[in-house]
């Protein structure tokens, strides 16, 4: 099998992903504890170094588990991505991109490929690492590759486009060792989405999966959801939000009788209410009182139901309190969306070892 390399690990979206589609995964490092008891409990890999990125010695901790930088085949991660974030454009008090007291990170990824020479490399953030704010940070992934002799293939995609029953738009990009004939074609989407699907070539594809399809057989009630009130003190307003709506719906401009917001003035999470009928939004890293996606049933969602959410398997075992379980699953690449871009990659360079 080949053998992977994790950096920034979390709580194992790509590292499940990749597992699953039959690759080894012999290390994995995050700097944060609850993500990295995660990993170990579930035992996805090898080994897992709990530590501030910086501290990591890739040949030393190989050593640890019979390796050498060169057994590697494949590097993966997602620097954390808070400088590229869509959020970031409205904290003008923060920096941007490479200007970001964490671009760090970013120059962590290249020591990890530098050091390592993997034949091939995923590298995932948020979207917004294409927007033209961020070009240097983007430009300076482009010229690394080439500096170590990487072909480069990216795509922003839409995970519900690959069957993860939620809207969350991410950044791809793999390189590939320039020893190899060609570069990496990313696996077609196999769901459309049915309320844009005229004039679309949509044959062989199925309908982006629903919330009712992934969870709807969670919806029963617990105790416990009544411990915290959805919408914090707007929790009255919340009850009368449609499903698949938010906030806006009280502004004059959607012909709310007696305004209450104005228009796009928070947060497009405020107040928002799944729709049994379409995906999830983006189901964000930090647990909030008034910011969705909440259930239709005016509630918050429950782990397990943003497990399923995020295509995590229900036995898949996450450590640490309620927030810390919440935070790794938002933060997580899909599974799914992982494990249909490592199939690819098996399939295209190392089918047959």
Request: with cysteine; proline share 6%; glycine share 8%.
């Amino acid at each position: 099998m080949p053998n992977v390399l994790s950096i920034f690990s979390g709580g194992g979206g790509i590292d499940c992903g990749f597992k699953e589609a039959g690759f080894d995964i012999c290390f994995s490092t995050d700097v944060w504890k609850p993500a990295c008891d995660t990993l170990e409990k579930n035992k996805v890999g090898k080994l897992v170094v709990c530590d501030d990125i910086r501290n990591i010695n890739y040949e030393e901790s190989l050593a640890r588990i019979g390796m050498k930088n060169s057994d590697i085949d494949i590097l993966v991660g997602g620097p954390p991505c808070p400088a590229y974030s869509k959020s970031r454009f409205y904290r003008t008090e923060k920096k941007r991109a490479l200007e970001d007291e964490n671009s760090f990170t970013l120059y962590e990824y290249f020591r990890a490929l530098r050091e390592i020479r993997p034949k091939v490399f995923l590298f995932e953030n948020v979207f917004g690492f294409v927007y033209k704010p961020h070009k240097a940070a983007f430009d300076l992934l482009v010229s690394k590759a080439d500096e170590y002799g990487y072909e480069l293939t990216y795509k922003v995609v839409n995970t519900a486009d690959y069957g993860v029953p939620q809207t969350r738009e991410r950044f791809f990009c793999v390189g590939v060792c320039k020893d190899f004939s060609k570069k990496f074609v990313f696996p077609k989407e196999t769901h459309y989405n049915p309320e844009k699907s005229e004039g679309k070539d949509i044959e062989g594809k199925k309908p982006w999966v629903t919330c009712k399809d992934a969870i709807g057989d969670l919806d029963y009630d617990l105790p416990e959801d009544k411990d915290m009130q959805a919408g914090s003190k707007h929790k009255e307003l919340l009850k009368l939000v449609p499903p698949g709506d938010n906030y806006l719906y009280f502004t004059a401009e959607r012909g709310y009788p007696n305004p209450i917001f104005k228009w796009r003035s928070r947060y497009w999470s405020f107040l928002l209410k799944l729709s049994p009928d379409r995906p999830s939004w983006t189901i964000q890293a930090s647990f909030s009182n008034n910011m969705g996606p909440f259930h239709w049933k005016n509630r918050f969602l429950r782990i397990n139901e943003i497990k399923r959410i995020q295509t995590f398997h229900d036995g898949y075992e996450l450590c640490g309190d309620f927030r810390e379980q919440w935070r790794q699953v938002g933060n997580a690449v899909p599974v799914k969306m992982a494990h249909m871009i490592a199939i690819e990659i098996m399939e295209q360079y190392f089918k047959g070892e």
